[in-house]
Structures are given as C-alpha cells and as structure tokens.
C-alpha cells in the first residue's frame, strides 16, 4: 500500500538557522502520527512543511511527498491544487483559518465548490453534513466566526479541513487554545471524523496524553531531528532517548492510558 505521505530528509531554515534537519517520516492511509518534542524542536515547521504551507522567510530541502506529488520546490499553483483534497490543515488557532467577515457556510463552500466542483446546492448540502460531523447545528452557517465560542471556531475549522475528504489532516496544536473539557470534546470529534473518512493524520502536540488519546506512531523531535520514532505504546513505555523521558516524566503519563 502507498504511503500518503512520504517525507525524506527534510530540512527547514529560517533566518540561515537550520529548524528542521533530515526529517524523515511515511504515514500509511488512515494512520495516525504524533509529532512531539521540547520547545523549538521543529514541531510545527516541519507540519506546516508537510502540509504545504511553510511561512515566509523559511526555505525546504528534502522531499515532501503527498499522494506522490511532490511538494518541496514547485510553484504555489502545485500546492494550491493538493491542498483541500490530498492534505488539509488544522491551526492551533482558528483565527487564521477562519476569514473574520464570511459566513461559516461560505468558507466551508469555497474549498468545495473549487477541489470538487460542486454546485452551489450540493456544497450547502455538503456544508451541513461538515457541521453535523463536528456536532454543530446547520444554522451555525449563517453565523461569522466573531459570534462563536472558541470551541465552536475551532469546530468549524476541523470541519473545513476534512470537508473536501482529505487524504491527509495535518494539526498543530489544534486544543492548544481550549480548555479540558472543550479539548476532550474536540479530541472526540476528531477521532470520530477521521475513523470515518479513513484520512491519516499527523498531529503536533506538546500534551502526551492527547498524543495517547489520538495517535498510534509518534516521531520525537529535538533540535530539529528525529531522536526516537515507533509506536506509542512502546516509545511512552519504554522512552529510549533522554528527550523522551524527560518528556513522559514532565507528564506523569501513565501506560493504561496510552491508546491500544
């Protein structure tokens, strides 16, 4: 089976400072990486790298692969393209991908109506089906992002990420922003979206137990390199590098916790 997303020696650099150095990562369809590690490590660089949208001032080498296009080096036209129906983004904050001015309804219709070309009846329809996935109500499409709580926002968000069906979500930090019992809910819809459409996942996060709740492989990053890779269960249980333990310490994670 093709991986849906290929990562081969990527490496990040801001400033003529090396973030990322020779990170290399495969997430299979449907599977579900974690991406963890200290302050600085690269975490979200190497996310936005995956996902297409690395921010200005940084440059990529390597290779980043999703559904075998290539996304290291091509034009913005390439990446416009894969994004929405091959990979799809989740910030920690819903602020920079909600439009402040537009209805929820219209920016969830926009990807819709340009990846799959749908009519404008069939993407209202498709954007009721998105909000009733993330347990929001059809009228909430009528409402701009200024008039919900930070939990709907952020609800909204998960929903025009996984409304074109990606083959790959990418989300970074995604409840960093909420409170427990907000987050947990969150973390419910997500694991329930994803079991249902079948997209794979890579999800930053600096809380194991999210990490635990979520995702079954994770990668540890430290001063922009993978230290330790594997399954949850084992790297939590049995932490091989420092980083790591000093990591599964910081949060007391105790192993019936971890995902089976």
Known sequence: MSPVAEVRDLTVTAGGATCVDGVTLGVAPGERWGVVGPSGAGKSLTAAAVAGLLPPGTTAGGSVRVDGTELVGVPETTLAEVRGCGVALVAQDSATALHPLLA?????????????????????????????????????????????SGGQR????????????????????????????????????????????GTALVLVTHDLGVLAAVCEQVVVLAGGRVVEHGAVREVLAAPAHAVTRELVDAARLSVPEVRA
């Open 104 to 148: 929820v309804g219209r920016q969830l219709a926009m990807p819709l109506r340009r990846h799959q070309r749908l009519d404008r009846a069939t993407a209202r329809a498709r954007v009721v089906e998105a909000l009733a996935e993330v347990d929001l109500p059809a009228e909430l499409a009528r409402a701009r992002p200024s008039q919900l």
């Open 154 to 197: 952020q609800r909204v968000a998960l929903a025009a990420a996984l409304a074109c069906r990606p083959r790959l979500l990418v989300a970074d930090e995604p409840t960093a922003a909420l409170d427990g019992p907000v987050a947990r809910a969150l973390l419910d819809r997500l694991d329930r979206a994803l079991a249902a459409s």
